[in-house]
């Protein structure tokens, strides 16, 4: 049986922002604990630092949790799409961090979760709040205190005109 077409989704079309951030989440297979570790932290975090040159996205701040990642992305002139970034992320990463034994030959779920952020303050208090995750998790005293979050490029909202 075809799906139903809900109307709020028609207005999709309609929503186009010249230079978006996005937010987004991503998280292990199972919800399994594998990524908050130093080896898996750099593994990751080479991949965002790779991906404007392969992928045309430039990757902001990021936390990397035990069993999910949170990063704000944002693409470039000529960048692949949101979806073809992303599945090529997850297998470059995958095969990396099951050459070294950090992971099983599935590391991702198929799914992702993305949000376009709006403004500059959108984006400060998305951040606020994913720096708070391992505080909230019990993992570190203070946001500081975490090893797995930092920032790539800094990402900035420009005009849509």
Known sequence: MPRPIRDHLHRLANVWIKHPVYFITLCTDGRRQRLAQVPAAEILISAWRDSPKIHGWAVGRFVIMPDHVHFFASPGSGAKSLSAFIRDWKKWTTRRLHAGGLAPPIVW??????????????????WFYVRENPVRAGHAACAEAWPYAGEGERLSFRPSA
């Open 109 to 126: 779920q198929t799914e992702f979760f993305d949000h376009v952020l709006r403004s500059a303050d959108s984006y400060e208090e998305k």
